[in-house]
């Protein structure tokens, strides 16, 4: 997908001023954010489940190789196939080409935020092959030519009404008011795709190396679909999403679910194994697994970075952000949004190009909260605000401006001893003198009128702390 | 190099030198480091366990089960729990049922049940079994009111049903359906997810893993418009599970 | 209690904000510190923790203010920061500035378990809530209390705070919705992102209208000014202090 990370003021300040999607996110706080945290307290020993989860996710990780070779031979053994995608464009050829050799003309998608990496949907337009998305919130976006806006829900800045109208357009359809009535025109709209479709392609939640068995969690029924209708399955899934055993999977199951959601389990959970049995009744006859680096190996390979690899993409930190919670998904310009996109999203296209995205945070750390594997995001986001500004590993992507290494230079005069302090109280109070008015400031000038269009600014003390201790004495 | 040589070459580079085999038995590295035996030992242990507690776990499932969005019933055995079908298929007025084929089921039961509705009742079978294509089975799905199976397994701590697709158990008949009735025996209901694992994993390590499991939980749902839940999108809006015994 | 050899020494890192811009916050704090019989230094070299740069990705920038603190508080006892952020920073972030420079970050990670933030200290250490009659009442007050970011997730310090404002005779605690939640100043993000951090600004001040108090108390001034700030503007008649000063009207 294109990434448009650089344009992620204009899309912060779109999203503010947008009346609608304002009180779409309003829904987060106490929606999936507090269901999750009711989850959790709900959990015996959540927090020995996150360490528990978070040490196989660093195990795996760490001995990446010997794992993905093993979901290789067991693949291979249940009798599917496997393609190793070194990045998005290979991963998209693979599938087209397939989807071509085998004649499809229909496919239909479950939820793959890696085939959004991919812009697959594209892909297999250009080629004359129709794309259809089956979960409703993707269905949605699809629809109206957007991008997820939520990693879970990725329709959710829309408000029914708009569903409703865009229903209208699109299918030419009644105006419906009630989202029973929504749901059932997608759920017929798809009815028939289901059927029709002669290639289902879906994402993966886990991938088990003992046993080469991809797991898929969903809600709506539609990962069910695209595993049992079409005659070819294809699942496609960044390298990252490798867990061990298949006794993992209850661990992972409960920390990715309840933090999602906060359900104790997702309506349904389904495992993969190769191709249908040769006595089965239905299924898939054809069975491939993508498995995508795409920019994941350069997190790998630096060790401030390869914990953001460990992400389960619950969605958690996207609703405890509380900047997420104000500017929703579509202003970070590529695929994740949100804490984890901050550091993902840069990584996996452009650094220096998506320089806002690290630096457009409080570091208030929720996020860290939040994060079933307690990621440590804050760390990471400083670490790449560090690598911006003084450019020690990625050297090309060194980026910041005169201005404000001028200032901070500025600044470090100043606070590099106690006389100098008190000499810059005395030039800041002679600076202010023509905006002080009752110990405070209206309009500072540029670039720090930002400050004041919201909020007075104090002025600096005549007499600052350290020239009264000598007053102070002791008693 | 080959494609995949280059993938596999970049990632040993980010890892840096290293031995080939992980510590297994090291923090972290989950149950792979137990063998054969270790794994037996569990499943032979969650067996007796299951038929021990067989009554409270049922219990347990009848509770989680309402909670997940199941219609629960219980019965002490099948003829009752026969009835109590009967109640459901007469009320939405079905016509079509299909039901899969395991043990529970095999019998003729549910024909036997709905004989005297007149519902034409399929099971979902291929080969000798039935005169009907895979095309055909997969219509008759769809067009039918109910889908009704037994289960592999049941798990207490989500309110689950597992499913696990053969030559007795299509995957279709639990999905299609707008209605979904499931017979948990007795003796099936685990404890948590954590033991349906180790039982899958006992599977595999016989050979026996099958290439498809569904753990189903509930009605389909969705809650991608404005957050509010509704039931029914692809998957059966409507669920009973049916406890014997 | 008497200022003897016995008596709790601690040394306070007044912080630059608190220094430069609201004096009147360190000197409540010393006064508070000294009715707890606290024997209270202040070291004159001392600047500033390097936050601000060490927050902007300025690491080399940041790191001699930083190495001169560590340097100035080694071997001096206890240390007291009227600062979530501040007391974050030398507790928890100099590990990450100072990972490349081993004997530092060895003096930095000895100095770190003599770091208090102001109400762990008032509260863990001197027990301020259980001393009878230490607070006396003033004109009755409703409160609510802002958690600040650093404060709550990096220090794990939410308890303390409340439970010295509820020792307070008169004083009503009154929780508002999504105390927790950040206020949107960041440091230079309140300027960078003027926006995004304003919306979240009024959203915190509608949570403390919401609350119908007189004040709202936290215990980083960063916070404070950014809030009470806003609170200003739009003349909402509601008090921003620190709870160093909410101790100091009543003791």
């Not at chain 1, 499809?104 to 250009?126: F, P, Q, T, W, Y």
């Not at chain 1, 003084?390 to 106690?418: C, D, F, I, L, N």
């Amino acid at each position: 997908m294109q990434s448009h990370t650089k344009d992620f003021r204009q899309g912060a300040g779109a999203a503010l001023s947008d009346p609608k999607i304002q009180a779409n996110l309003e829904g987060l706080y106490n929606g999936f954010h507090q269901a999750r945290i009711d989850a959790s307290d709900q959990t015996p020993d959540w927090e020995a489940l996150q360490d528990k989860g978070r040490a196989i996710k660093a195990h795996t990780l760490d001995n990446l190789a010997y794992y993905l070779e093993m979901v290789e031979r067991n693949v291979i053994a249940s009798g599917g196939h496997i393609y190793f995608a070194r990045d998005a464009e290979a991963a998209s050829n693979y599938v087209v080409n397939l989807a071509k050799e085998r004649g499809i003309e229909l496919v239909i998608k479950g939820k793959s935020m890696v085939s959004e990496e991919m812009a697959l949907n594209h892909r297999l337009e250009e080629e004359g092959i129709e794309p259809v998305e089956t979960d409703l919130g993707e269905y949605i976006v699809q629809l109206a030519e957007e991008t997820p806006f939520h990693i879970i829900a990725p329709a959710i800045h829309k408000s029914r009404g708009e569903v409703s109208e865009l229903f209208v357009e699109k299918l030419n359809v009644p105006l419906y008011d009630n989202i029973e009535d929504l749901t059932r025109e997608a759920r017929d709209q798809l009815r028939q795709k289901f059927v029709d479709a002669g290639m289902g392609i879906t994402g993966a939640n886990f991938i088990v190396a003992e046993t080469g068995t991809v797991t898929l969690v969903t809600n709506e029924g539609n990962g069910r679909m695209c595993t049992s209708m079409p005659k070819i399955h294809v699942a496609i899934t960044g390298m990252e999403k490798v867990v061990p055993s298949i006794e993992d999977l209850g661990l992972f199951l409960r920390l990715l679910i309840r933090s999602a959601t906060g359900q104790r389990i997702s309506s349904y959970v389904t495992t993969v194994t190769g191709p249908r049995g040769e006595d089965e009744v239905d299924g898939p006859e054809e069975f491939h697994l993508v498995i995508v680096d795409n920019g994941r190996s350069k997190m790998l390979a630096d060790p401030n970075l390869r914990e953001a690899l460990y992400c389960l993409r619950c969605g958690a930190c996207l609703n405890a952000c509380p900047v997420y919670r104000k500017v929703g998904g579509h202003a970070y310009g590529w695929v994740y949004p949100g804490p984890i996109g901050a550091i993902v999203s840069p990584m996996l296209t452009n650094l220096s190009e998506a320089k806002d995205l690290p630096f457009a945070s409080t570091l208030c750390g929720a996020c860290k909260e939040a994060c079933p594997v307690k990621i440590n995001i804050p760390r990471m986001l400083l670490y790449l605000r560090k690598e911006l500004t003084q450019g020690e590993t990625y050297p090309e992507h060194k980026s910041v401006s005169m201005a404000e290494s001028t200032a901070v230079k500025g600044w470090r005069a100043s606070v590099s001893s106690s006389f100098m302090m008190r000499l810059s109280n005395l030039g800041g109070r002679l600076l202010q003198l023509p905006f002080v008015r009752g110990g405070r400031i209206d309009r500072l000038p540029s670039p720090l009128s930002g400050w004041t269009k919201h909020r007075k600014f104090p002025a600096i003390a005549s007499k600052p702390f350290r020239t009264r201790w000598k007053n102070i004495g002791k008693k | 190099m080959t494609e995949r040589n280059e993938f596999f070459n970049t990632i040993r580079q980010a890892l840096g030198p290293q031995t080939e085999a992980p510590n297994l038995t090291g923090t972290g590295s989950s149950a792979l480091g137990d063998n054969s035996d270790a794994v037996s030992a569990r499943s032979q242990a969650i067996q007796a366990y299951i038929d021990e507690q067989s009554g409270p776990l049922m219990d347990s499932l009848s509770e989680s089960a309402t909670g997940a969005g199941w219609k629960v019933a219980r019965f002490d055995d099948l003829d009752k729990a026969g009835d109590h079908i009967v109640g459901i298929v007469r009320d939405v007025e079905a016509n079509l049922v299909v039901r899969s084929r395991q043990d529970v089921l095999e019998s003729g039961i549910v024909e036997a049940w709905l004989a005297s509705l007149g519902v034409d009742v399929v099971p979902m079978a291929l080969g000798e079994h039935s005169e009907h294509t895979v095309d055909e089975l997969r219509s008759l799905a769809e067009r039918a009111d109910i889908g009704i199976t037994g289960v592999d397994y049941a798990i207490a701590e989500t309110g689950s049903c597992v499913l696990i697709p053969s030559a007795q158990v299509s995957r279709l008949v639990s999905l299609l359906p707008p209605i979904h009735i499931a017979i948990v025996q007795r003796g099936q209901v685990l404890p948590t997810l954590d033991e349906l694992f180790t039982i899958r994993r006992r599977d595999f390590l016989d050979g026996n893993l099958g290439s498809y499991m569904n753990l189903i939980s509930g009605p389909s749902r969705s809650a991608d418009i404005e957050y509010t839940l509704v039931t029914g999108v692809h998957g059966p809006g409507e669920v009973h599970m049916i406890l014997v015994g | 209690m008497n200022q003897t050899d016995n008596a709790v020494k601690a040394s306070l890192f007044v912080t630059c904000i608190i220094d430069q811009f609201f004096p009147e916050v360190g000197e409540a704090a010393v006064r508070v510190l000294r009715r707890l019989g606290v024997d209270v230094e202040f070291d004159q070299s001392q600047t500033c923790c390097g936050q601000p740069a060490f927050n902007n990705g300025f690491w080399n920038d940041a790191k001699p203010t930083a190495r001169r603190l560590v340097d100035s508080y080694e071997g001096e006892g206890n240390v007291v920061v009227p600062s979530g952020s501040c007391a974050a920073m030398l507790r928890v972030f100099y590990n990450e500035l100072f990972h490349d420079e081993q004997d530092t970050l060895r003096r930095a990670q000895a100095l770190a378990p003599h770091v208090f933030e102001f109400t762990e200290f008032v509260s863990d250490v001197l027990g301020a809530e259980n001393r009878e009659g230490l607070f006396h009442a003033t004109k009755p007050m409703r409160v609510t209390y802002h958690e600040s970011c650093h404060l709550k997730r990096e220090l794990g310090v939410d308890l303390q705070p409340r439970s010295l404002i509820k020792s307070l005779p008169g004083v009503e605690l009154v929780e508002m919705p999504q105390a927790e939640v950040c206020c949107g100043f960041g440091g230079t993000f309140s300027v960078k992102y003027a926006d995004i951090s304003a919306a979240m600004l009024n959203d915190k001040i509608a949570n403390i209208q919401s609350a119908n108090v007189d004040a709202v108390v936290a215990g980083d001034m960063s916070c404070l000014m950014h809030i009470g700030g806003g609170l200003e503007k739009q003349e909402a008649g509601i008090r921003a202090i620190h709870i160093a000063q909410l101790l100091d009207e009543r003791i």
